[in-house]
């Protein structure tokens, strides 16, 4: 009888355990059942189709708010990750406890076509980071990224360094 072989343990590094770290600090992910990719500095949220996520079934297209609420969070997960990253390269990484987050001042999103019943991507550029402001550009697509469903422009209030 043959022994199936052990799974293979994959050691994550301290760049994935830092988005991993963060991505627990956002309930919100969970609740939506996003994930993030990472590729070097650049991440990709992913939000994976579910029924629960349909605003009009005779379409179907994807609810307004649940792409606005995407959108959001992958803002803010990427402009925390911008300011990990940062700190990571010049070797200091966050003590350990509730990462602090930016918080929102304005949201505003443009639906650019219906989103329809299959995953979602989305990429958020920051577009300018101080130490009290930040601003960031949000793209999302679903089978062609040049054809974004959703964008959006955020502003937001940085976390005290204190």
Do not use: C
Not at 32 to 53: C, H, N, S, V, Y
Not at 117 to 140: K, L, N
């Amino acid at each position: 009888m043959r022994v199936p072989p052990e799974p293979v343990q994959v050691v994550k590094g301290r760049r994935d355990a830092a988005l991993a770290r963060l991505v627990e600090t956002v309930p919100f992910v969970t609740f939506l059942g996003m994930g993030f990719e990472r590729r070097g500095d650049e991440l990709t949220a992913i939000l994976p189709f579910r029924d629960e996520l349909i605003g009009n079934p005779v379409l179907p297209a994807l609810h307004g708010g649940a792409t606005a609420a995407f959108l959001e969070t992958a803002a803010i997960v990427a402009l925390a990750w911008s300011q990990m990253w940062d700190a990571m390269e010049a070797g200091a990484l966050p003590a350990e406890g509730r990462l602090a987050l930016p918080k929102t001042i304005t949201f505003s999103v443009d639906y650019l076509r219906t989103g329809l019943p299959r995953d979602a991507y989305a990429r958020a550029r920051v577009a300018r980071s101080g130490r009290r402001f930040a601003s960031v550009h949000v793209e999302a697509w679903q089978d062609i990224r040049t054809k974004p469903f959703a964008q959006a422009t955020g502003h937001f209030l940085m976390p005290s360094a204190a």
